[in-house]
């Protein structure tokens, strides 16, 4: 009986053990999903930080959990948004440029036209023609600054010479320099007026310069040299410039003997112009500059001087002057604002004073002191010094210079220091060229001495003159 009951509990054991390994084995089960759910809601949003692919054995949950579990972690919206501003750029970019490049070789092998903004210059000209044609009928603009008693001098009707000017109205700095040097009024020795002013339009973009009307209204209270009309001052509008200020010569100052005529960046040696023009007489004709003959129009779009055909059809222009500077006589000037009036306006104001000089049936006369398209150095004298003011002393206008370069040329050449051993050099053409302390050298040149080299040397001066 004893080992019966032995045996018996034995067996209850078992089923003891058995029935607790059961209970413990169902209770492992029911507890598994909750340790496997924080598993996956701890370790995605790591990867998903460090950027690294999701795991494929935890698939029960999708991809966007993990991220939408990260606000619980990490409650700074900073530092939430710190990584997202990071990795969507770096995952967008090589898509979009695979996308480009794609496409470009797709165009590319299919032969489809490409859009760069290059492209479109050809077919979009820089200026609208047919608009400058529809209204080239208003030619005729208010004077809004004038100065009335620039021409009235006591014991004279008028200066002897004029000196005009174009200038912008933000360009104060250029102003003031010409006021400063070469462009100063007053009596020479010689009992020679000479008065300024400078021609100037409205600003098309006024937001550059605020309050440009009451500048330019201080300006001309103080210095009483400012002309100023009602059009817009753009390039192709320096043709309304040029027939303005030929009215306002005819109007204002009908009695001035010589006129010259330049831009606000050029040098100019006044002494050698009066020098040029002693002896002549202000009741005939006379126009003298960079003549620039057989010219052809530019039917480059991307050129600044670019001219349609339906604009100019001819194959050349007639001769004219580089509006860096040239002079003229006080008759020439009356006769000339007479014919801007006949000949249609063309938007490139140097062209238009040839049309106007051909009209009258005056040549004008080239004079190699006037440079206005800067100087050349010589290929054959690469060592040259352009910027010899013993060289500037023999030139009359120079073109393209800034501000320092002009005050410093100004300063240069009355520094009572300076002594220049140059050799004087006919001029070419019937004016004589007299300097003071000196005999007279000049006369005409003959045809023949075009030829000779571009420069001459004596000692350590040079002189040169490049032809264009």
């Known amino acids: 009986m004893m080992r019966r009951v032995h045996v018996k509990g034995d067996v209850l054991c078992t089923l003891l053990l058995l029935v607790v390994l059961c209970v413990l ?49 990490q ?30 070789k797709s165009k590319g092998k299919k032969g489809a036209p490409t859009k760069p903004p290059a492209a479109a210059l050809p077919t979009r000209p820089p200026f609208d023609f047919q608009a400058y044609l529809r209204e080239k009928d208003h030619r005729n603009f208010q004077l809004l600054v004038d100065q009335p008693e620039k021409c009235s001098i006591q014991g004279s009707s008028a200066p002897d010479l004029l000196i005009a000017v174009k200038s912008v109205a933000v360009d104060f700095d250029k ?12 009596v020479l020795g010689d009992g020679v007026t000479v008065r300024t002013v400078f021609l100037l339009g409205v600003p098309s973009n006024q937001s550059a310069l605020p309050l440009w009307d009451r500048l330019l209204a201080y300006e001309s209270q103080t210095f009483r ?33 010589f006129i010259f005529k330049g831009d606000a960046d050029v040098y100019v040696n006044v002494e050698n112009i009066l020098e040029m023009l002693k002896g002549q007489r202000s009741d ?34 007639p001769s004219y002057a580089g509006g ?24 490139i104001d140097d062209v238009f004073l040839g049309m106007c000089l051909q009209r009258i049936g005056l040549k004008p006369t080239r004079h190699e002191g006037f440079r206005t398209f800067g100087i050349v150095r010589p ?36 520094d009572p220091k300076l002594t220049c051993h140059s050799r004087l050099a006919p001029t070419p053409w ?39």
């Open 225 to 257: 040299d400012i002309l100023l009309w009602d059009f817009q001052d753009t390039f192709f509008n320096l043709t309304l410039k040029e027939t303005h200020f030929l009215q306002w010569v005819n109007t204002s100052c009908p009695g001035v003997r």
């Open 430 to 468: 019937p004016f004589q060229w007299r300097r003071k302390g000196s005999p007279t050298a000049g006369g005409s040149r003959k045809p023949e001495d075009h030829e000779e080299q571009d420069y001459g040397v004596r000692g350590d001066n040079y002189k040169v003159f490049v032809k264009h």
């Open 284 to 317: 005939t004709d006379l126009f003298v500059g960079d003549i620039i003959f057989n010219a052809r129009p530019i039917r480059r779009r991307s050129s600044k001087y670019f001219v349609p055909e339906f604009m100019y059809g001819g194959s050349m222009y």
């Open 379 to 414: 290929s054959a004298a690469p060592h040259l010094q352009v910027f010899d003011p013993c060289f500037y002393r023999e030139l009359m206008v120079v073109h393209s210079l800034t501000v320092p370069q002009i005050w410093l040329m100004w300063s240069l050449l009355h």
């Open 75 to 104: 409650p700074d919206a900073q530092s939430r948004n710190k990584p997202q501003a990071v990795s969507k750029p770096k995952q967008a970019k090589p898509k979009v440029q695979s996308k480009a490049k794609s496409q470009g």
């Open 25 to 73: 084995l169902y209770a492992h089960q029911g507890l598994s999903p909750s340790w496997e759910w924080s598993l996956q809601l701890s370790s995605p949003s790591s990867r998903a930080l460090l950027g690294a692919p999701s795991d494929p054995q935890g698939g029960r949950l999708p991809p966007s959990k993990p991220s939408d579990a990260l606000p619980r972690c």
């Open 324 to 347: 860096g500077g040239f002079v003229m006589s006080g008759f020439t000037a009356c006769r000339l604002s007479s014919a801007c009036q006949q000949v249609e306006l063309f938007p």
């Open 175 to 186: 102003r003031q320099v010409v006021r400063r040097t070469w462009g100063q009024e007053g």
